[in-house]
C-alpha cells in the first residue's frame, strides 16, 4: 500500500486546512483497515489527528475534534483531511498512514506511511 499526501503548503491563519491523501496499491474500503491523519510540529513528537475506517466511520483525537472533518471518496481511493480555524501552532509535516490494526494506529505505529507535507499556517 503506497500513500501520498497533497495540498497547500501555505494557509492564513482563520482558513480551513485541506489535505487529500491518494491510496495506490490497495482500496480504502479493504476490510478492518483504518485511514489516519498524523502530523508533527517542529521540534515536536507525532500526533494523532483522527482517523476514517474501511466502513467509513470516523474518530477524532478529542483535541481537535470540533474542528477537524476526514472524509473519502472511494471513487478516487483517497481521504481527505479537513481542520478549520487554523493558527501557526497548526504549522506542521503532516502525514497520511493507515494500517488494520486500529491500536497501531492510536499509538502512532501504522505499518503505511506516506512521505509527509509542511503545512504552514502564517499571514
Known amino acids: 500500500v503506497q500513500l501520498q499526501e497533497s495540498g497547500p503548503g501555505l494557509v492564513k491563519p482563520s482558513q480551513t486546512l485541506s489535505l487529500t491523501c491518494t491510496v495506490s496499491?490497495?482500496?480504502?474500503?479493504?476490510?478492518?483497515?483504518?485511514w489516519s491523519w498524523i502530523r508533527q510540529p517542529p521540534g515536536k513528537g507525532l500526533e494523532w489527528i483522527g482517523y476514517?475506517?474501511?466502513?467509513?466511520?470516523?474518530f477524532y483525537n478529542p483535541s481537535h475534534k470540533s474542528r477537524t472533518s476526514i472524509s473519502r471518496d472511494t471513487s478516487k481511493n483517497q481521504f481527505t483531511l479537513q481542520l478549520s480555524s487554523v493558527t501557526p501552532e497548526d504549522t506542521a509535516v503532516y502525514f497520511c498512514?493507515?494500517?488494520?490494526?486500529?491500536?497501531?494506529?492510536?499509538?502512532?505505529?501504522?505499518?503505511?506511511w506516506g512521505q509527509g507535507t509542511q503545512v504552514t499556517v502564517s499571514s
Open positions: 496499491g490497495g482500496s480504502i474500503t479493504t476490510n478492518y483497515y483504518s
Open positions: 476514517i475506517d474501511y466502513s467509513g466511520s470516523t
Open positions: 498512514a493507515a494500517d488494520q490494526s486500529l491500536h497501531k494506529i492510536v499509538v502512532l505505529t501504522p505499518e503505511f
